[in-house]
């Protein structure tokens, strides 16, 4: 166990009657952050008491041919492939994954994307609908959203133990509905996104002094700020391994409080990289990569 300090999203100084934004390429906010202590405990050898559906996450041994992620094509050819079979794998009932993003982080000054902190779920409901929408054709995704879908976010580390920058997740069932609050996702704005909506490939390091700036973004999605509760529980995967993988769930059409939702099921997953004062000095920067995927089942 270690105990570190986790950054929420500070809901008193939120200007009432206005819409809290976060962006997609920085860790920069619209809202105050709050700084808060908690436990944080390692789930090295408990990891069998924790499932997708009771706690909205799940760590696995699944060592993978991929080892740099450097490659483009590589990634969404081979590597793509064996994130759909472990899914199936890992998790009964499956019958289509839709893989719509990934996401490479590296805690480097060169980097598109870097680790954040701030604890969050990556899609509200209204946006998981509507990536089902934008990823299918019409017909098909009507007929599947009339079935059980969930958004999972396959997590895993690229060439070293992420000891640095670790991620923590909170275990679904000491959340309440009240702790959630939607907020837009800000996109950088591509001059040829009408043409082409796919980011993939195309991300760019932003300017840092522009960060808190709205100009030349725009509103493409929505995601969860997670406001403090000492109810929370964390948990984190010490010296996390590329071999391994930890599955996080973005949402569950079956999660406990939506239409369809059944009591029990975890509706989704909140995270954060975190500072883990036990890290050695010396440990190399993290690396990560995230794979989000549309499921749906039989």
């Given at each position: ?47 069998t008491d924790f499932s997708t559906d009771l706690s909205g996450f799940a760590v696995y041994k699944e060592p993978s041919n991929e ?162 509760n000492e109810a929370h529980k964390f948990y984190y995967q010490k010296d996390m391994t590329p071999d391994e993988v930890l599955l ?8 406990e409080g939506q239409p369809w939702g059944k009591k029990g099921i975890a509706v989704g997953t909140p995270h954060t990289a975190f ?24």
């Amino acid at each position: 166990m270690t105990t570190a300090v986790f950054r929420h999203i500070d809901v008193s100084a939120i200007p009432q009657g206005t819409k809290p934004w976060v962006k997609v390429d920085a860790d920069a906010t619209s809202f105050q952050l709050a700084e808060h202590k908690r436990s944080v405990h390692d789930l090295r050898g408990h990891e069998t008491d924790f499932s997708t559906d009771l706690s909205g996450f799940a760590v696995y041994k699944e060592p993978s041919n991929e080892k740099l992620f450097t490659d483009e094509a590589a990634v969404r050819g081979a590597y793509y492939q064996e994130v759909q079979d472990l899914l199936k794998k890992r998790i009964p009932g499956i019958k289509k994954v839709v893989i719509f993003d990934h996401t490479i982080r590296r805690r480097t000054p060169d980097a598109a994307r870097a680790p954040v902190q701030q604890v969050h779920v990556d899609q509200t409901p209204a946006a998981a609908e509507v990536r089902v929408r934008r990823h299918l054709p019409a017909d098909e995704a009507e007929a599947l959203l009339k079935g059980r879908f969930q958004i999972i976010n396959v997590w895993r580390p690229i060439e070293n133990p992420a000891s640095d920058f670790p991620l923590a997740v909170v275990d679904w069932r000491s959340t309440q509905p009240s702790d959630f609050l939607p907020v837009d996702l800000l996109y950088p704005q591509r001059v040829d996104s009408t043409a082409d909506n796919d980011d993939r490939g195309k991300e760019v390091r932003p300017d840092e002094s522009k960060w808190y700036s709205t100009e030349g973004y725009e509103a493409r999605g929505e995601t969860i700020s997670v406001a403090p509760n000492e109810a929370h529980k964390f948990y984190y995967q010490k010296d996390m391994t590329p071999d391994e993988v930890l599955l996080l769930k973005c949402y569950d059409s079956w999660g406990e409080g939506q239409p369809w939702g059944k009591k029990g099921i975890a509706v989704g997953t909140p995270h954060t990289a975190f500072v883990d004062p036990l890290t050695p000095k010396e440990a190399p920067w993290r690396q990560s990569i995230e794979v989000r995927c549309l499921v749906f089942y039989e």
